[in-house]
């Protein structure tokens, strides 16, 4: 267990609305990322960040922003959601030796 | 960027058999990592094994084991005496050195049959 939670663990929410995801760490690792996971696409890198208030952009990072004003949280904003958004979002911290380690996901779907 | 193709949407194995599965990928860089994840019906990504590009000798842990193949860009995982918790979804990862980023493949369904 690495020590990292996700809130909330399910949302449903409405198109257009902002929404807010976190992920909270214990084990004050620098590097943190978040990704989003469909059907036939595996895992894509949305945004990750390599230190507080130092932060990139992956793959899919259109329509998402992020934050990480403190070394054990960052959250990922969705600033007006939309269904393309819809899927399960995983934060993962990565522990200097390269190999990542995951929270338990957050499964959000916008209607 | 760097590619991952696992080309087996599924596979299914009898209890106490081996299965291979498959991952090649596509990349400029000398020096990297590999990585199996395996996610079960829980959702949980759990790490399964890694490689370092730059070791020759492949990983094993325990019931399982790799195949890396550098010059082919190949990296496949093989469970021995499969049972009926590996029931789940295998993802192939390509760890970059810079920014320690991961890009993973389309995932392998894997159900181990009684």
């Known amino acids: 267990d690495a020590g990292i939670t996700q809130s909330p663990r399910h949302k449903v929410t409405e198109t257009g609305t902002p929404v807010t995801l976190r992920c909270h760490q214990t084990?004050?690792?620098?590097?943190m990322y978040w990704y989003r996971q469909d059907p036939g696409h595996g895992l894509r890198l949305i945004h990750y960040s390599y230190g507080v208030k130092d932060t990139d952009k992956g793959e899919v990072s259109d329509g998402y922003s992020v934050s990480r004003s403190k070394t054990e949280d960052f959250l990922l904003t969705l600033e007006s959601a939309t269904s393309s958004q819809t899927s399960v979002y995983f934060c993962?911290?990565?522990?200097?030796?390269?190999?990542?380690?995951f929270g338990p996901g957050t499964r959000l779907t916008v209607t | 960027a760097q590619t991952v193709t696992q080309s087996q949407p599924e596979m299914s194995v009898q209890e106490a058999e081996t299965v291979t599965l498959s991952c090649t990928y596509d990349?400029?860089?000398?020096?990297?990592?590999l990585f199996w994840y395996k996610q079960p019906p829980s959702r949980q990504m759990i790490l399964v094994i890694r490689q370092e590009a730059y070791k020759q000798q492949n990983a094993t842990e325990n019931r399982f084991s790799v195949n890396f193949q550098k010059a082919a860009k190949s990296f496949s995982l093989k469970i021995s005496d499969s049972q009926l918790g590996d029931t789940a979804m295998y993802f192939c990862?390509?760890?970059?050195?810079?920014?320690?980023?991961?890009?993973f493949g389309e995932g392998t369904q894997l159900t181990v049959n009684p």
């Open positions: 084990e004050n690792h620098r590097y």
């Open positions: 990349t400029s860089e000398n020096n990297y990592y």
């Open positions: 990862a390509f760890g970059e050195t810079s920014g320690s980023r991961l890009t």
């Open positions: 993962a911290i990565g522990t200097g030796t390269y190999e990542q380690y």
